[in-house]
């Protein structure tokens, strides 16, 4: 498990430059063994694009945790069409887990911490463990927390993260969706700049952080998988 030092040096050498980032990683590695982990939210068309006129097949993980936007699974089907991805996986939360601690659907209104882990965090971390690293679409512009994230991610299991778009701004992928034609999530055009599950997603006002919309009113600014 990991990456050869031949591919982190690849990447590394591509510096901040999205597509040469990716062709290190995806050109590079053995064939299926770095997955894309993506929300199909609001500015993840352009990454998914870069990655699919490389290899349309590079497994494509997204968590369907059962608590989406009806938009954004048929966003998530727009997109898969349009890029020709053939490797989209949807990851569910195991039903028993389900049964046993969310049977009412109803953990996010009362334990947000605990529905993550049990939507989220469980379920990729069973789905990475055939792979050696996963590319993510976070980036710097994104919140303060994630002002210094670095393009490669060293991970304490022996994976890495790859985080391709980090130096990219707000501007810069609308440019690029434009420049592709690529289509927008339906719920862009409401105000909602960063979407996860729909009970724990707002639309944010002019001049709010992007991810302000997530977890409003509470001190929780992340799922937990990049924790």
């Given at each position: 498990?990991?990456?050869?030092?031949?591919?982190?040096?690849?990447?590394?050498?591509?510096?901040?430059?999205?597509?040469?980032?990716?062709?290190?990683?995806?050109?590079?590695?053995?064939?299926?063994?770095?997955?894309?982990?993506?929300?199909?939210?609001?500015?993840?068309?352009?990454?998914?694009?870069?990655?699919?006129?490389?290899?349309?097949?590079?497994?494509?993980?997204?968590?369907?945790?059962?608590?989406?936007?009806?938009?954004?699974?048929?966003?998530?089907?727009?997109?898969?069409?349009?890029?020709?991805?053939?490797?989209?996986?949807?990851?569910?939360?195991?039903?028993?887990?389900?049964?046993?601690?969310?049977?009412?659907?109803?953990?996010?209104?009362?334990?947000?911490?605990?529905?993550?882990?049990?939507?989220?965090?469980?379920?990729?971390?069973?789905?990475?463990?055939?792979?050696?690293?996963?590319?993510?679409?976070?980036?710097?512009?994104?919140?303060?927390?994630?002002?210094?994230?670095?393009?490669?991610?060293?991970?304490?299991?022996?994976r890495f993260k790859i985080n391709p778009l980090a130096r990219w701004n707000a501007a810069e992928l609308?440019?690029?969706?434009?420049?592709?034609?690529?289509?927008?999530?339906?719920?862009?055009a409401q105000g909602y700049r960063s979407i996860g599950c729909a009970p724990c997603t707002r639309p944010?006002?002019?001049?709010?952080?992007?991810?302000?919309?997530?977890?409003?009113?509470?001190?929780?600014?992340?799922?937990?998988?990049?924790?």
């Open positions: 498990m990991g990456l050869e030092p031949s591919i982190i040096h690849a990447i590394e050498a591509a510096g901040e430059d999205a597509p040469a980032i990716l062709r290190a990683a995806l050109g590079a590695s053995p064939r299926g063994r770095i997955g894309l982990v993506s929300s199909f939210g609001t500015e993840s068309a352009v990454l998914l694009a870069m990655a699919a006129e490389i290899d349309p097949s590079v497994p494509v993980l997204f968590l369907e945790t059962g608590q989406h936007f009806p938009e954004t699974l048929a966003y998530r089907d727009q997109l898969v069409a349009r890029l020709g991805l053939t490797g989209v996986l949807d990851i569910h939360p195991d039903p028993a887990q389900i049964a046993a601690r969310d049977p009412q659907g109803q953990l996010w209104a009362f334990d947000p911490d605990a529905c993550c882990a049990l939507r989220k965090v469980e379920p990729l971390d069973e789905a990475i463990i055939p792979f050696d690293a996963w590319i993510t679409g976070r980036k710097r512009s994104q919140a303060a927390t994630r002002a210094h994230l670095p393009v490669i991610e060293p991970q304490a299991d022996g609308d440019a690029e969706m434009t420049r592709r034609d690529l289509p927008r999530h339906p719920l862009a944010v006002a002019e001049g709010e952080d992007p991810r302000a919309g997530r977890w409003a009113g509470l001190a929780k600014t992340e799922c937990g998988i990049h924790v």
